[in-house]
């Protein structure tokens, strides 16, 4: 069973850092695209970083280029998706979810939010 948990959530300050972990387990990721969407307070979720290995591409929400990045380390059907953020903003704040989808691209899963598994989620305030 193709599983996602997330870790690394927490309080930051503004313009600071910090690095969310999702362990997937259960599957490879062969033919997946696999990402992070967040959900700030009364507002929709959104896609804001998607990867995808059929065709190697990678999805940017406008608002987190040049300060999001994602990479991917691990095996067969062990793997670990970081999503690393800088310089943080008060409007990154909400909960972010570690999803993926079979047989996407990196853009459509993002952009049009279709997922076939979510993670649990984790918190992130950005405060001072």
């Known amino acids: 069973q193709f599983e996602l948990v997330e870790s690394g959530g927490g309080l930051v300050q503004p313009g600071g850092s910090l690095r969310l972990s999702c362990e997937a387990s259960?599957?490879?990721?062969?033919?997946?695209?696999i990402g992070w969407f967040r959900q700030a307070p009364g507002k929709e979720r959104e896609g804001v970083l998607c990867?995808?290995?059929?065709?190697?591409?990678?999805?940017?929400a406008d608002s987190v280029k040049g300060r999001f990045t994602i990479s991917i380390s691990g095996d067969n059907t062990e793997n670990t998706v970081y999503l690393q953020m800088s310089s943080l903003k008060p409007e990154d704040t909400g909960v972010y979810y570690c999803?993926?989808?079979?047989?996407?691209?990196?853009?459509?899963?993002?952009?049009?939010?279709?997922?076939?598994?979510w993670g649990q989620g984790t918190q992130v305030t950005v405060a001072s």
């Open positions: 999803a993926a989808t079979p047989m996407i691209t990196a853009q459509r899963m993002c952009a049009t939010v279709l997922v076939g598994y």
């Open positions: 259960g599957s490879t990721l062969d033919y997946l695209a």
């Open positions: 990867i995808s290995s059929g065709d190697e591409s990678t999805y940017y």
